[in-house]
């Protein structure tokens, strides 16, 4: 009996406590007051692991394409480098007022701090996961509801190789016709 | 004022202003869409097996015979390169 009394006593201080700061305001939500270490940890734990999971058996094709690349390299442009930068850009205004910000693309797995082996193809399908159905919070739009797979894909195409171009590569594919 | 302070007193102002420019350029806001600088494609560099040259490539030859086409497009046949272009004249009618 005495049990049941704890764990209803818990079961409610925790309600409260959730209720109290829901609705006290306490909270900061401003873009540039960063999370705790715990708090980012754990988003960003929850976000890897769900994509991982959301993204595993997608099939990846061939991405090694001329025309992917031109026709990913456009859209990439207009819709992606505003954030995510281009060869030799350090930062943008978004890129900066984002949080979390977003990741410099122009650069390779390994500058991002992975030591391991990078699987080229999970970091594929994860991308073509993430530009089809955006990331809820983040500033990351889902393009899955404007853009069939097909231009998807060549975005991932063509952000598979954006680290190795210069920026005269990076002008000539992604210029308009 | 020595020269040092001159210098600093207008050299500290223009590399703060010229920072806060840099932060926040405004010609980034209204990008319009650039032709490819094809100048630039150094063939001699390039592996044509690899897609992004290959794409490179594709990228020129289509600029290029779209400025081929664009340029058969006019009739310099029906040209005056004679003619001098109109003047908006007032006349004075009596």
Redesign the interface.
Known sequence: MNKIKIFIFTVVLVVVSAVTVIYSGIIDVAADEPHGDLVYWLLEQTRENSIEIAAKDIDVPNL???????SG?MDYQFMCA?CHLSPGQKE??MS?GLYPAPPNLTVSHQSHGDKNKVDENKVSREQFWVIKHGIKASGMPAWGKTHDDKRIWDMVAFIK?LP??TA??Y???T??? | MNILTKVAVILIPTLALSMSVS??DPK?HGKK??????S??DHTKMDMKD??S???M???M??EK?ATEEKAKMDHSKMDMKKEPKKEVDTIEG
């Open positions: 090694d394409d001329a025309e992917m690349l031109l390299g505003s943008s205004d900066i190789r190795s171009l005269e590569e002008q000539i594919i210029s308009t016709d | 932060a926040h980034l869409a650039e032709k490819a600088d094809c630039k494609m897609p992004v290959m794409a490179m594709k990228k020129c289509k600029q779209h």
